[in-house]
């Protein structure tokens, strides 16, 4: 029988960055240590770099997010990046989309109790969504699919001249040059790699930042997305 990981204390820059949310953030690090393992959210590997590698390393994000937004965390498992920054940014309206069932249990019981009032938990996939969910002005996401199949899922949420934001690690780049083509085809107008987290983590998080036009996802997904939005039409007559 293995010894359980400890969860090691929040470092010091975890108090800056939380500020008045910094006993949630610390909530949220013993919910993912204890329930998230047992659950199978995350490993138990994990828990010693919780701090550093997870809530630090998805808290930054709110570097280059705008103010007073709407945000889709697609993929949002455990929640992350969408909980680490939502405890920083009381100013947004975060959507957490999942599709698993024990994940989306989990956050509902971790945006209930940590009072996140600015944060909505919806069962679905990305595909299944599009239509019904209003488009927002930034979709996330973290260690969910290669870029180029994650663009496929998250840009067709956003509205017109919206971004999507992606943690990525070592392979930002090499993902970036070989998802332009299908970025393009996307809608994506703009595409940058940013570093955020100077003096919170190292090494600095990396940010792939994919900026759309007027037609997110493109014309494939324009007359998807005006279908969906006829057929919810008609069933709200009904």
């Known amino acids: 029988m293995t010894e359980e990981a400890e969860l090691p204390p929040a470092p010091e820059q975890a108090r800056e960055v939380f500020g008045d949310r910094f006993a949630d953030a610390v909530r949220y690090a013993e919910l993912l240590a204890e329930a998230g393992v047992q659950r199978g959210l995350i490993g138990p590997r994990e828990v010693p770099r919780l701090w550093e590698r997870h809530l630090l390393n998805c808290a930054v994000l709110s570097e280059v997010v705008p103010e007073s937004v709407t945000v889709c965390d697609v993929g949002s498992g455990a929640g992350l990046p969408g909980i680490p920054l939502a ?48 488009p927002v002005h930034v979709v996330t996401a973290r260690a969910v699919a290669p870029l180029d199949r994650l663009a496929t899922w998250g840009i067709p949420l956003l509205r017109p001249y919206g971004e999507m934001l992606a943690l990525k690690g070592d392979t930002a780049e090499e993902e970036l040059k070989s998802a332009s083509t299908a970025l393009s085809k996307l809608g994506a107008v703009e595409t940058s790699i940013l570093h955020v987290g100077d003096g919170v983590v190292d090494p600095l998080s990396t940010v792939v930042r994919v900026e759309v036009g007027e037609s997110p996802g493109g014309v494939r997904f324009a007359a998807k997305r005006a279908k969906a939005a006829r057929t919810g039409r008609v069933r709200r007559r009904r």
């Not at 938990?121 to 990305?126: D, E, I, L, T, Y």
Request: negative net charge; charged residues 30%; glycine residues 6%.
């Open 87 to 134: 405890l920083v940014r009381e100013d947004l309206k975060i959507t957490l989309l999942e599709p698993l069932l024990r994940r989306t249990n989990f956050l509902t019981e971790v945006v209930e109790l940590l009072g996140l009032d600015h944060v909505t938990v919806v069962r679905g996939r990305a595909e299944e969504v599009m239509g019904k969910l209003p």
